[in-house]
């Protein structure tokens, strides 16, 4: 990239030309920041206690986006493969480098019924969202979970 006034060469991270001290403009659009969280982690299941297929998984989704885009603390969500109700307090809880509003959804479908605990980083939805299950480590002892280890 070349100065507009003397044509000195600069570097594309000078603000100002080393030469002639004119203000530098860049030749291409500020790129916009990268997001805290990637695309791929915007929805992060923390609990699932029966097995989600991906339309199961996109209706949460999904109504969770809106939940989140008005406000609502609770939703039923009726689907041809489950139907159960969403909740939330809007509480921000965090998993190791994740973290995101919580949603719990109680559903049933026509051969079980559990509990989905997830998290939301985003409430704008996307076609290209990705599910990362989180597997609980097991424990060793009983005494593992004492009251005061």
Known sequence: MNCSQCGQTVDSTDQ????????VEPAEPAQAPTPLFPRG???VCLMSGLSLTNDIRK???????EMGQQGCERKAVKHPDFEGTI??????CAFNSMGGVKFTAAIETDTAKGQVVFLLTNFDYS???VWVPVMPIPRSHPASVAQYN
């Open 41 to 43: 982690y915007e929805f």
């Open 16 to 23: 100002f030309c080393r030469n002639c001290g004119k203000a």
């Open 87 to 92: 909740t939330t307090d809007f509480s921000y």
């Open 59 to 65: 209706e949460l989704y999904k109504t969770a986006c």
């Open 127 to 129: 076609e290209n969202g």
